[in-house]
T-cell receptor, first 116, second 114 residues
Framework: AQKITQTQPGMFVQEKEAVTLDCTYD???????LFWYKQPSSGEMIFLIY??????QNATEGRYSLNFQKARKSANLVISASQLGDSAMYFC?????????????FGAGTILRVKS | DAGVTQSPTHLIKTRGQQVTLRCSPK?????VSWYQQALGQGPQFIFQ???????QRGNFPDRFSGHQFPNYSSELNVNALLLGDSALYLC?????????????FGPGTRLTVT
C-alpha cells in the first residue's frame, strides 16, 4: 500500500515570505500522481497542484510550485509570497491504483499560519 | 455551474442510530467517492460509486453502505453509529474512476455522534 508522510504538524510564515511544506511518499508503482490540497476551516478540499511521476518539469500553478525529487520520493509544496488567506490545513495526497480505478491516499496534513 | 454539494452540513446523532448523508456531483461527473476525515487526520477512502455500483471499497466495516442514483447523486449510510464515527465526511466527484486532478470535493458533512 502507498503511504504519504507529512512531518510538519504546524508551520508559521510571515506574510509575503515563501514557505515550504514537506511531503514524502512510498510506492512501488512506476506510474503515480501526487497532489496537494488546501483545506480551510470550512472543510472543503481545494485542489492546488498536481505532479505526475513521469513529468520532467516541476509543476507550477501561480504562487504554488511543487519541488519533485523522485529519487528521494519527496514532493514538497512551495508557496511564494504568502498571504493571510493561505492560512489553512494542507494535505499531500497520492493516487493509488485499485482493481477498478483509483483512490486518493492522504497524509496527516500540515497547518499553516500566516502572520501579518 | 454548481460544484459538488453535500447535505446536511452538520448533524448530531446518538450512538446506535442510523444516518444518511447525501452528495450531488459536479455537473458532467459520473463517479462519486466518499472519504471520512477524523479530527486532526487526513481523509480516508470509504468507497466509490460508478454506474450505480460500488466499484472500490476501503477498510471500513459493512455498517458503512452507499447508493448511487441514475442522476449520479449518491448517499452514504452508516448504521449502528459509534462514537468513533464522528468525523467530517467528504464526497468527491470525477468523470470516470480515475480520481485525477479533475476530482472535485464537496464542503463535507460534519457528523457528531454522542
Amino acid at each position: 500500500a502507498q503511504k504519504i508522510t507529512q512531518t510538519q504538524p504546524g508551520m508559521f510564515v510571515q506574510e509575503k515570505e515563501a514557505v515550504t511544506l514537506d511531503c514524502t511518499y512510498d510506492t512501488s508503482d512506476q506510474s503515480y500522481g501526487l497532489f496537494w490540497y488546501k483545506q480551510p476551516s470550512s472543510g472543503e478540499m481545494i485542489f492546488l497542484i498536481y505532479q505526475g511521476s513521469y513529468d520532467e518539469q516541476n509543476a507550477t500553478e501561480g504562487r504554488y510550485s511543487l519541488n519533485f525529487q523522485k529519487a528521494r520520493k519527496s514532493a514538497n509544496l512551495v508557496i511564494s509570497a504568502s498571504q493571510l488567506g493561505d492560512s489553512a490545513m494542507y494535505f499531500c495526497a497520492m493516487r493509488e491504483r485499485m482493481e477498478y480505478g483509483n483512490k486518493l491516499v492522504f497524509g496527516a496534513g500540515t497547518i499553516l499560519r500566516v502572520k501579518s | 455551474d454548481a460544484g459538488v454539494t453535500q447535505s446536511p452540513t452538520h448533524l448530531i446523532k446518538t450512538r446506535g442510530q442510523q444516518v444518511t448523508l447525501r452528495c450531488s456531483p459536479k455537473s458532467g461527473h459520473d463517479t462519486v467517492s466518499w472519504y471520512q476525515q477524523a479530527l486532526g487526520q487526513g481523509p480516508q477512502f470509504i468507497f466509490q460509486y460508478y454506474e450505480e455500483e460500488e466499484r472500490q471499497r476501503g477498510n471500513f466495516p459493512d455498517r458503512f453502505s452507499g447508493h448511487q442514483f441514475p442522476n449520479y447523486s449518491s448517499e452514504l449510510n452508516v448504521n449502528a453509529l459509534l462514537l468513533g464515527d464522528s468525523a467530517l465526511y467528504l464526497c468527491a466527484s470525477s468523470l470516470g474512476l480515475g480520481q485525477g486532478r479533475d476530482s472535485y470535493f464537496g464542503p463535507g458533512t460534519r457528523l457528531t455522534v454522542t
